[in-house]
């Protein structure tokens, strides 16, 4: 079984920063690449960072600049740091691989609010 934990999501300003956290239990750091995802109200979970299996890391257009992933993977942990949050960023944030073929499970997610 895999059980996925995020966390570090909360209330925050237009133009603030967080830095989202997620640890994993069983086989998937390290051998599937790794992803943020996020749904917003009303709209379908989208991808919007990802670090493939060689290391490589991706974001998508509408973050480009401002979130930035990592992986310590001593510790087994993904980040995903935020910064210069928007209102269009509010969604709940997930972490899963990239493969969602052989891991179709989510966790609970963390929430992100950006509000004045």
């Known amino acids: 079984q895999v059980r996925l934990v995020e966390s570090g999501g909360g209330l925050v300003q237009p133009g603030g920063s967080l830095r989202l956290s997620c640890a994993a239990s069983?086989?998937?750091?390290?051998?599937?690449?790794m992803g943020w995802y996020r749904r917003a109200p009303g709209k379908q979970r989208e991808l919007i960072a990802a670090?493939?299996?060689?290391?490589?890391?991706k974001v998508e257009d509408s973050v480009k600049g401002r979130f930035t992933i990592s992986r310590d993977h001593a510790k087994n942990i993904m980040y995903l740091d935020m910064n210069n949050l928007k209102p269009e960023d509010t969604a709940t944030y997930y972490c899963?691989?990239?493969?969602?073929?052989?891991?179709?499970?989510w966790g609970q997610g963390t929430q992100v609010t950006v509000s004045s």
């Open positions: 069983g086989s998937i750091f390290g051998v599937n690449g």
């Open positions: 899963n691989s990239l493969n969602l073929v052989r891991f179709p499970n």
């Open positions: 670090m493939l299996i060689d290391g490589s890391t």
